[in-house]
């Protein structure tokens, strides 16, 4: 089955016929629907080549991990494409992972994408308060959108959850146990989310007129679990740990294995992200959630807006990020 044969049986032209099918406003909706109703009863399928170079588009949209390739590693991201790409794909739309470490090569890759025309549109993840690629990309004007806010001027679309209240409940719960000496393992203050978590938890140590203990690492395992024994190791150690990430928070309870305390009962811990290894760490961590599913469909949703060619004016959303209780945390010893 041809254009031109499905054309013919409708005696239409076969212009007429391509433009009802990409859904163009200039063709009346019951030629629409009279053409598309055609088309499947009679098994056509249009020319997906032919119909990108029809549109100019490329039908992709990318999502560039900061990270080394083949180092796909991050559940949190890979749970966000998941809630986007059934929405993307309902549209037309292609999801594809990337992954560049951060730096120059990174910024190279956003450059391959936009000046070879190789996508659509982006998302942004893990951004970062000074953010090269948010720079990068609202000169460049292709559509994108954020998982998280940063100190770049101009608009742009973003889902971010809101940190900063998220990590002062938590630090008010601690002390309402009869946490005093609360510390911090934060990520580095280079990344956004890292900045608002810490701003939390010293606000609320501020209110309480207790001092506030941070120490910045790598956001992994590994920089965590290094600042722990430090915290850990001095003369009046912390009763509670609030680390930025789950992932850190691994860390930290792998640390006071090797300092010989026992979670929760002489240390609380407390992470962020929900990531499905936490129900099953040692002990279960409890930990605060950003529902990935609802932030995915805001910014799928948003992304395939910008394409549609709307302006990103009120496309910017803080979503609370809820509390998920396990056995992590109880009052100081």
């Known amino acids: 089955m041809s254009l031109k044969t499905l054309a013919q049986s409708l ?21 629409r629907e009279r053409v598309r109703a055609a088309a499947d009863a009679m098994g056509y399928r249009p020319n997906a080549a032919a119909r990108r170079l029809r549109r100019g588009t490329t039908e992709v949209v990318m999502l560039v991990l900061p990270t080394l390739p083949g180092r796909f590693d991050e559940p949190l991201y890979i749970e966000l494409m998941g809630a986007m790409g ?40 893990r951004t970062r308060r000074d953010d090269a690629r948010i720079h990068y990309l ?30 002062r409940d938590v630090t008010r719960r601690l002390l309402a146990l009869g946490h005093r000496r609360i510390a911090h393992v934060a990520a580095p203050s280079a990344f956004a989310f890292a900045t ?32 722990a024994l430090d915290l850990l190791g ?45 129900a099953f760490a040692d002990p279960a961590l409890t930990t605060m959630e950003l529902p990935l599913a609802e932030a995915g469909a805001r910014l799928a949703g948003m992304l395939l807006a910008r394409i549609g060619g709307e302006p990103p004016d009120g496309m910017q959303e803080v979503l609370p990020v809820r509390a998920i209780e396990r056995h992590s945390v109880a009052p100081p010893p």
Do not use: W
Not at 12 to 28: C, F, H, K, P, Q
């Open 196 to 227: 608002y978590r810490r701003a939390g938890y010293e606000a609320a140590m501020a209110e309480a007129g207790l001092p506030a203990t941070c120490v910045e690492a790598p956001a992994d395992e590994v920089g965590a679990h290094l600042a």
């Open 11 to 31: 005696g239409l032209s076969i212009t007429t016929v391509s433009r009802a099918l990409d859904g163009y406003a200039d063709v009346a909706p019951g030629t």
């Open 86 to 125: 059934g929405l993307f794909a309902a549209e037309g739309f292609d999801l594809t992972l990337l992954a560049a470490p951060p730096g120059v090569e990174e910024i190279k890759t956003y450059r391959r994408i936009v000046e070879g025309r190789r996508a659509d549109g982006l998302v942004v993840v």
């Open 138 to 167: 609202l000169q460049a004007g292709l559509p994108f959108v954020a998982m998280g806010r940063s100190d770049v001027p101009g608009i742009y679309p973003f889902v971010d959850g809101d940190g900063t209240a998220a990590f």
């Open 234 to 278: 001095r003369p009046t150690r912390p009763t509670a740990i609030l680390a930025a990430t789950d992932r850190m928070a691994f860390g930290v309870l792998r640390a006071a294995r090797e300092h010989g305390l026992d979670v929760p009962r002489h240390l609380s811990v407390v992470g962020h992200d929900n990531v499905p290894a936490a």
